[in-house]
């Protein structure tokens, strides 16, 4: 099975997607701070954001390991199990970040913002999707999806400045 993340290499319209407007760069792996897992479980930065955001693999395995999401702010959230779910959330609602109630309205309200800047938008996400063999679930899925790893599972996955021992605050709260 190919990798998705050679797949985003390969493919322009993917990786032009994902950069804008999914703000998710593969070249952009370092994050701004020293941080490990509480759980001390094996942290890889393999992403970033524009805003000095990181996107981390979280244990040992390959692009099928839980997702954490830090920002560059000292808040972090588990996003994702897996590449695939990362890279469906980023497609569907690149708008994630700005979505506090999770649900399908607000994020038509935030798509609609985009839309009149990019009204391609939907067309491009098509193709990126396309080139990735990447399913596009609904946004209700992905934000409901988003909420409860974030709030479920992401109990065990908590990140912590090393330097100082403190714990980064959640994104995404119950």
């Not at 998705?4 to 390969?10: F, N």
């Not at 607000?106 to 985009?114: N, Q």
């Not at 063999?133 to 609904?138: A, D, K, N």
């Not at 790893?149 to 714990?167: I, K, M, R, S």
Request: proline fraction near 3%.
């Amino acid at each position: 099975m190919r990798s998705l993340t050679a797949a985003i290499a390969d493919h322009d319209d993917a990786a032009g997607f994902l950069a804008w407007p999914g703000d998710f760069e593969l070249d952009r792996k370092d994050h701004v701070e020293e941080v490990h897992l509480a759980s001390g479980a094996t942290l890889e930065g393999f992403a970033g954001d524009g805003a000095g955001g990181t996107f981390f693999f979280c244990g040992d395995g390959g692009e099928e390991r839980p997702v954490l999401y830090a920002d560059s702010e000292g808040g972090a959230a588990l996003v994702a199990i897996g590449l695939e779910q990362l890279l469906q959330l980023l497609l569907v609602a690149p708008w994630w970040r700005d979505c506090q109630a999770f649900t399908e309205e607000e994020s038509r309200e935030l798509a609609a913002e985009y839309l009149e800047d990019m009204p391609d938008l939907t067309d491009r996400r098509d193709r990126a999707a396309a080139a990735l063999g990447i399913e596009l679930p609904t946004e209700a899925e992905v934000l409901t999806r988003l909420h409860r790893v974030a709030t479920e599972a992401g109990d065990d996955f908590v990140l912590v400045y090393t330097p100082e021992g403190n714990e980064y605050e959640r994104l995404i709260t119950a």
